[in-house]
């Protein structure tokens, strides 16, 4: 696979609410890399990864994963998408088996091949002793571990994780960014968004910081620093620099 | 602060609570509350013509009254009771389960007997305010027709709240001893439909089986109801003697229910914080789920049924409120089952009853199947389009219809085969309407709000009641008298006509 292929591709993403929510957004995420999309509260990074996943339709703009258009052909490009919200989206009266083999029939996946992979995910997130238990009684960690699994079944090209590690412990973080750091590394493609600028910083092949609706940085975090002028600083008074200039042009 | 301080201050927070939750299911949440509260006045204004129409000749009835009135009004008394101590269940369970404050309130350092007693005497009291909103239009017509006399009708509502409240909360908690915290809140909740609708259930099946109809007051008017009653100064009569105006047996009744509700708070109230614990400590049920091998295969649709099935075979809420409907389809049963060796003319009362409970039943799945889903964003984010994921959530709610009601119609075939027709007919077209409306209507939220969905559209839920009751008269009259069935059958359909261009769903 081309490594400079476009995994995503947005133009002129925008969106109102009340008030402008994504600000004529451009994005383009290489194919196999791990894009962390940081910005304050309100920035407009959920409200643009849902458009991105199809659950909301833009006011403006296009959207291309993997050159497929997802405006006018959004069930070819769910078949290789995955969305994780910051809320795990699973069934309090399913056990994580059952969860997974409706997530994987929801895609179509034969379950011969859905069936070893469901297993393998939910072993590999520690989730095995669980395997028949109903999620009802779950505790946050392992019901975001759950949904994240439900994610991964169905093998996607590209996963959108919105706030994946709020509320998880440190166990489950680790296993969590192990599960995402094995997928990129296997030709995944991952874009996350995230308030702890430790993981982007540590996790990210390249950082896009969104404010205002608007990119108003991006790049690998040696680039990010040469474009602000700050040569050994840390990602987080980057950020904060970037966002307070935002604050201030606003 | 004073320990009387504390108690007074929580009182004053368990009954703001109350209100709010209150204000909530009446409002569905919107904040324009003037003008649902402007609505229900409206409503309990207009729900005076149907309380005239039921009880309006009876105001002018005087003790003594003669055993069969007495047995009717105890009867109906009892029923109201009953009702009561269903919905005093509900809430008991709802404390225990729902309530987010409960580790706000074991860590404070104020006395837990005291705190909980106020929260038994706030559960007896949104019993009690409920049944008096309900309880007024009769009461109202009553006083207009018969005189003051009829108020004492709100004490007896006052009074058996009380005991019923200090029921619901004894029954709670004895179960949740003999079974533990995790059965009784679907216990509980089973129990609180089999008691609402057990009793009508119960005179509807002995009329049945003694006289042939549907009529529960055949039971109680009848001479061996009589004979078998208790004397006329008997303790059994003191609720019916209460309500026609007798002070001192109101104020026994009072007495009498203040005393229970006492002795509830003196045994229960240390417990129930112990119950209280012991239900938050098992929040983490750990229901197994079935330990089948093997992942199914199966188009996308298939996926979405099978979900959807297993997840209304699991849902507790589903499980007592759909029961409540179904236990109302054990009376035509039984009579169909007696039809066979009597061909009575009553057995076509069957036909609207399984029709209406067929409306109201499709109602409930199709809420819960297209509104109520917990995993929205992953469903819209799978590769399929929205119309099928719709397509196969209307086909579980008919499906589920089917599997339900096909058992009787197949019955009613053998006993009238053109009654089964229609009966098949009116099944269809009730279920299908009522599907229609929350397909139009519907709205995203999580199952455990099922019990508010009808406070989500109000419009849907009348649109979808009065349909139900539309197409269950089509279907008797279809029977009866064909060319009444016609005029009513296109009443409902411009009903459900008028719903759809009302609905914010057109497309």
Known sequence: MNPQESALQ????????????????????????????????????????????????????????????????????????????????????????????????????????????????????????????????????????????????????????????????????????????????????????????????????????????????????????????????????????????????? | MSSATALTWFARHEIRLARREWLAMMTGGRRKRTRAVVGLLIFAAFMHLPAYAVIGRFANLRAPLDKSSLIVMTATIFLAWALMLSQAIESVTRVFYARADLDLIMSSPARLENVFSIRIVAIALSVIAMALLFSTPFVDVLVIGGGIRWLAGFGVVVAIGLSAAAMAIAVTIVLFRLIGPSRTRLVAQILAAVIGAGFVIALQIAAILSYGTLSRFAVLTSDAAARFAPDADSIVWWPARAVLGDGEALLLLLAGGLMLLGAVMAIFAGKFADTAVRASASARPNHQGSRRKAFRSGSRQQALRRKEFVLLRRDPWLVSQTLMQLLYLVPPAVMLWRSFSDSSMAIVLITPVIVMASGQLAGGLAWLTISGEDAADLVATAPLKPSRVIRAKIEVVLIAIAAIFAPLVAAL??????????????????????????????????????????????????????????WAATAALALAIPIAALVSGLMTTGIVAATWKLSPRRD
């Open chain 1, 10 to 250: 947005v133009q002129g993403l925008t969106k109102r609410f009340d008030r402008l929510a994504v600000d004529a957004l451009d994005l383009t995420v290489r194919s196999g890399e791990f894009y962390a999309l940081v910005g304050p509260n309100g920035a407009g990074k959920t409200t643009t990864l849902r458009m991105v996943a199809g659950l909301l339709r833009p006011d403006a703009g296009s959207v291309a994963v993997f050159g497929i258009d997802a405006l006018s052909d959004s069930v070819a490009a769910k078949q290789v998408m995955a969305w994780v919200s910051d809320e795990p989206m699973i069934y309090d009266k399913l056990t994580p088996l059952e969860y997974l083999e409706f997530v994987a029939g929801l895609w179509g996946i034969d379950p011969a091949t859905s069936e070893p992979t469901a297993h393998h995910l939910l072993a590999s997130l520690g989730l095995e002793p669980h395997l028949h238990e109903r999620c009802e009684g779950f505790s946050k960690g392992m019901r975001q571990k759950v949904a994240l699994a439900g994610a991964l079944v169905h093998d996607p090209r590209l996963i959108i994780l919105d706030e994946p590690l709020t509320g998880l412990d440190a166990v489950s973080a680790r296993h969590v960014k192990g599960l995402l750091g094995d997928r990129v590394r296997s030709g995944c493609t991952v874009i996350m968004t995230t308030h702890i600028l430790e993981v982007a910083e540590r996790m990210a092949d390249r950082i896009g910081v969104i404010a205002a609706g608007r990119l108003v940085a991006e790049g690998t975090l040696t680039e990010l620093r040469q474009q602000n002028g700050h040569n050994d600083t840390s990602l987080e008074d980057l950020f904060i620099a970037l966002v307070d200039v935002e604050a201030a042009a606003a």
């Open chain 2, 413 to 470: 075939l053998f006993a009238s085969p053109l009654q089964a027709v229609v009966t098949a007919a009116g099944v269809i077209i009730a279920a299908a309407s009522a599907t229609a409306i929350q397909l139009w209507f519907r709205v995203q939220a999580r199952r455990s709000q099922f019990r508010r969905r009808q406070t989500s559209s109000r419009l849907a839920t009348f649109a979808e009641a009065f349909c139900s009751i539309g």
